[in-house]
């Protein structure tokens, strides 16, 4: 008698959406099953990986992943073209992180121009990121998305205190929108739904349930992706059914594993080697939890993932 695998099917469906212009287009989600599980059911686009850019030099990351950028560092534009050109970045991710009320608290109106000249300078599809600082950023994602008007990009995050101002840009300049909300199906489940009823349509709207570093709450982290997955699958849930998103560099590249010198642990290996390992599990790990959008800093991190994807797929 010969063996049959046995297959799960399930009635709901991961929403698909598509950001960027023209053939530089990306689209992530529209999986039938869990990740990966072609056997069971579609699968039609793989998760895209988006590099990490600031618009300005980046003082909170170490050394071993700083280094790798600090010719171009100091100008957004020059770090973007450098993913796309040098790194063959299929996606940017600009973080506004100057407009931070304790990081340099630059203006909307600076924000907008930084915007407009990253856009001006690649083709690749752009998101756009506030600092998370929820009062600042509703006025400076507000002129981010007018002016990168007409070009489809993600902006976010959008949070349970700034999404009502941020919901009316993204609408009114025709963008994707990424709902953050703090490691709770039920607080994502509810920001969903809260945009929804703004008139804000559900199939361009990304889910960020927030993620954790690996050894500071991944399996948690990963827990919490799962479910949110499961319910739109198996419980048919539409507001469960956007695609995740993961930003993994920013809570990889500040743990003591990635920044504590071979000096001070000489037992862990070499600083370089352990922190790319680190980024790397981390979003293995939220790639294989449901995430389809990954934000990530170091080369190698990103080329061993990609690695790890085509494996899979």
């Given at each position: 008698?010969?063996?049959?695998?046995?297959?799960?099917?399930?009635?709901?469906?991961?929403?698909?959406?598509?950001?960027?212009?023209?053939?530089?287009?990306?689209?992530?989600?529209?999986?039938?099953?869990?990740?990966?599980l072609t056997f069971e059911g579609e699968v039609p686009n793989r998760?895209?990986?988006?590099?990490?850019?600031?618009?300005?030099?980046p003082d909170d990351w170490p050394d071993t992943v700083k280094n790798?950028?600090?010719?171009?560092?100091?100008?957004?534009?020059?770090?973007?073209?450098?993913?796309?050109?040098?790194?063959?970045?299929?996606?940017?991710?600009?973080?506004l992180a100057s407009t931070h009320p304790d990081r340099g608290n630059r203006s909307a109106e600076d924000a907008s121009k930084t915007v407009k000249d990253v856009l001006a300078a690649v083709t690749v599809p752009l998101i756009i990121l506030g600092s998370n600082h929820i009062e600042k950023d509703a006025s400076v994602l507000?002129?981010?998305?007018?002016?990168?008007?007409?070009?489809?990009?993600?902006?976010?995050k959008a949070q349970e205190g700034n999404y009502k101002t941020i919901v009316a840009a993204a609408l009114a300049h025709n963008h994707k929108l990424i709902a953050m909300s703090e490691l709770d199906i039920n607080l994502a489940k509810q920001l969903n739904i809260l945009i929804t009823q703004m008139g804000f349509d559900k199939a361009k709207l990304i889910t960020d349930p927030m993620c954790a570093a690996l050894g500071y709450g991944l399996e948690y982290t990963y827990s919490v992706m799962e479910r949110i997955r499961l319910a739109g699958l198996a419980q048919n849930d539409p507001t469960m059914q956007p695609p995740i998103v993961g930003d993994v560099g920013m809570y990889v590249w500040k743990i003591k594993e990635t920044v504590a010198s071979e000096t001070d642990v000489p037992d862990w290996g070499a600083l370089e080697e352990r922190g790319i390992a680190w980024e790397t599990v981390t979003a293995t790990s939220m790639m294989l939890a449901g995430t389809n959008l990954l934000i990530m800093r170091h080369p190698k991190a990103v080329e061993n993932v990609n690695k790890t994807i085509k494996e899979l797929v």
């Open positions: 008698m010969s063996f049959v695998i046995p297959k799960e099917s399930f009635n709901g469906k991961v929403l698909a959406v598509d950001f960027g212009k023209d053939d530089k287009a990306l689209e992530i989600g529209g999986e039938t099953c869990l990740p990966f998760p895209v990986i988006a590099y990490e850019i600031q618009d300005c030099v790798v950028y600090k010719d171009v560092s100091g100008d957004p534009v020059a770090w973007a073209k450098y993913c796309q050109n040098e790194l063959k970045a299929k996606a940017i991710a600009l973080r507000v002129a981010a998305a007018q002016a990168a008007s007409g070009n489809n990009c993600i902006i976010g």
